[in-house]
């Protein structure tokens, strides 16, 4: 078998999910490949050449994969695809809004984020906000899978030697352009890569309040996130948005302020080593989860834990 992992990068850093994701493919077995599609990401292909078990990376430089438009990509990784047992990405923006085109093109069902790797044709995902567990099978010629990042720990980054090839095939659809992009800029670590994350709900009343979380997560070198009742109230911008519908995260600490606990918060951070609850309200679903609880007023509590950290 021989799996081929799309690397997740913005031409300049891979990012660390593209790790993960070789420790599932790991976990399947076989040759490892890594596809680095882009413009100019010669320092990417350089740090995917370097991750741990990876024996080949190719290297698709071209100003039609520049911005990674899914529908340049997509043909790309189908038209390579047909070589390999087995094509992972991470269950990303980017990855997600990828591998389903693949799987259309190459006529096959995806396999949508794996936590676990059974054998080299059954996986495990969550359903129903990840309530349940379902084991899959598939025996599709080529599986296209996405992969939970949280569900499996990163791979080394330096210690592998792999050879690099370069991949030719130019495939731009002209359907669709760069236009621009906003980047949030933030001296906090990033949210789905960060050891520690501080979030806000609902109970936070305004955006400003959020100040508070910011002064605790500074002094504890954390990222900050959000319920989704606080995105949709407008208090924080959806990028910090975790949950079901947001990003996944699974930190060493979870420190969950003024959040009542639905289940599509839970679906996105119960995977966290520790998660710590402050909230008024002694019946709230976040206690059933969180290893700590504390029933206090949030605007009390959190200012006084700052002054403590």
């Known amino acids: 078998m021989t799996i081929l992992v799309i690397a997740e990068h913005d031409n300049k850093v891979l990012a660390p999910a593209t790790l993960n994701t070789v420790a599932a493919a790991a976990k399947i077995g076989g040759d490892i490949h890594v596809l680095v599609a882009g413009q100019g990401a010669g320092a990417v292909v350089e740090a995917a050449a370097k991750i741990a078990g990876v024996s080949k990376v190719l290297n698709a430089d071209n100003a039609a994969y520049a911005h990674q438009l899914p529908e340049n ?3 790309l990784v189908a038209e390579l695809g047909k070589g390999y047992s087995h094509i992972l990405a991470a269950a990303t923006s980017n990855g997600k ?3 389903p085109r693949v799987a259309a093109q190459l006529d096959v069902d995806q396999i949508s984020e794996i936590i676990s790797v059974e054998s080299a044709d059954t996986f495990k995902r969550p359903i129903y906000a990840g309530n349940a567990i379902a084991t899959v099978q598939s ?5 296209v899978i996405t992969v939970r990042a949280t569900g499996f720990d990163p791979v080394a980054a330096e210690g592998g030697s792999a050879a ?3 991949v030719s095939a130019a495939h731009d659809a002209g359907t669709s352009s760069f236009v621009g992009e906003e980047l949030a800029k933030s001296d906090r670590p990033e949210l789905t890569a960060a050891k520690i994350v501080v979030s806000g709900g609902r109970g936070m009343q305004n955006g400003d309040n959020f100040k508070h979380l910011y002064a605790l997560a500074d002094k504890l070198g954390a990222a900050v996130g959000a319920s989704r009742a606080a995105v949709d109230a407008g208090f924080v911008p959806n990028d910090m948005q975790v949950g079901q519908t947001g990003k996944i995260v699974a ?4 420190i969950a302020v ?5 289940i599509q ?3 996105g951070m119960k995977d966290s080593k520790v998660i710590v609850a402050i909230n008024k309200d002694e019946e709230a679903p976040i206690f059933q989860v969180a290893d700590y609880g504390l029933v206090a007023d949030l ?8 002054k403590l950290v």
């Open 299 to 306: 605007f009390e509590a959190v200012p006084e834990l700052s």
């Open 139 to 143: 025996n599709a010629s080529v599986k």
């Open 251 to 254: 930190p060493q600490l979870y």
């Open 97 to 99: 809004n990828i591998l």
């Open 258 to 262: 003024g959040i009542s606990g639905a």
């Open 265 to 267: 918060h839970l679906a």
């Open 164 to 166: 690099v090839e370069a």
């Open 73 to 75: 990509v997509a043909p």
